[in-house]
Nanobody, 123 residues
């Protein structure tokens, strides 16, 4: 079973940038679709942010991050990234990495989850 570990979160001002990383162990990253989700404070539901297919040929984003976030993967390093730019206070939340087995390349259903990394954007 694959284990996922996120890193790169932190505190940043509005308009700033962060790059999140998610490293997989116990499995080969190339076997999984990968995605990033986030959960805003206040008990809001976790929402899909971005997804990338096994070799990166299919990528999709939630509308609110299009043009600002870029998801990418390096299967040789067993790592998936989320480059976040032009950050806004509403991007604040815990960001989770997820791995999906099978399914369509654009599926937003995932099987394995990391523990999350906190991103806080100050106004």
């Amino acid at each position: 079973q694959v284990q996922l570990l996120e890193s790169g979160g932190g505190l940043v001002q509005t308009g700033g940038s962060l790059r999140l990383s998610c490293t997989a162990s116990g499995g080969t990253l190339g076997q999984y679709r990968m995605g990033w989700f986030r959960q805003a404070p206040g008990g809001k539901e976790r929402e899909f942010v971005a997804g990338i297919s096994w070799v990166g040929t299919t990528i999709n984003y939630v509308d609110s991050v299009k043009g600002r976030f870029i998801i990418s993967r390096d299967n040789g390093k067993n790592t998936v990234y989320l480059q976040m730019s032009s950050l806004k206070p509403e991007d604040t939340g815990v960001y989770y990495c997820a791995a999906g087995v099978g399914g369509a390349a654009y599926s937003r259903s995932f099987n394995y989850w990391g523990q999350g990394t906190q991103v806080t954007v100050s106004s």
